[in-house]
Nanobody, 127 residues
Framework: HVQLVESGGGSVQAGGSQRLSCAAS????????VAWFRQVPGKQREGVAA????????CYADSVEGRFTISRDNDKNAVYLQMNSLKPDDTATYYC?????????????????????WGRGTQVTVS
């Protein structure tokens, strides 16, 4: 069965950097789109960044544009989120999500309901 496992979370000071990883396994076919979402207790899950199969098409939330970079290594079935210039507002549980059944248009890649596989999340705390 499909598994997405996040790693790399932890505590970091404001202004610092952190890199999250998502390892995907147990699937056949194509991982058409992968995204990072984040959630704070009591708030809706927010799409942060997404990358499509072509490795070129990426999308970022306005709140992280210019600070976060998403990348993927198809050979390793891995996706990364490089987070720079971190702010306390970036504190959240970060989730990796993927869709294997179809392409997503760019205007839908940060919509959580489009994804059918999720990791369990990794906590990032910025102080």
């Amino acid at each position: 069965h499909v598994q997405l496992v996040e790693s790399g979370g932890g505590s970091v000071q404001a202004g610092g950097s952190q890199r999250l990883s998502c390892a995907a396994s147990g699937y056949d076919g194509t991982m058409y789109c992968v995204a990072w979402f984040r959630q704070v207790p009591g708030k809706q899950r927010e799409g942060v960044a997404a990358i499509r199969t072509d490795l070129v098409s990426t999308c970022y939330a306005d709140s992280v544009e210019g600070r976060f970079t998403i990348s993927r290594d198809n050979d390793k079935n891995a996706v990364y989120l490089q987070m720079n210039s971190l702010k306390p507002d970036d504190t959240a549980t970060y989730y990796c999500a993927a869709v294997f059944t179809r392409h997503l248009p760019l205007n839908r890649v940060l919509v959580s309901s489009e994804y059918n596989f999720w990791g369990r999340g990794t906590q990032v705390t910025v102080s």
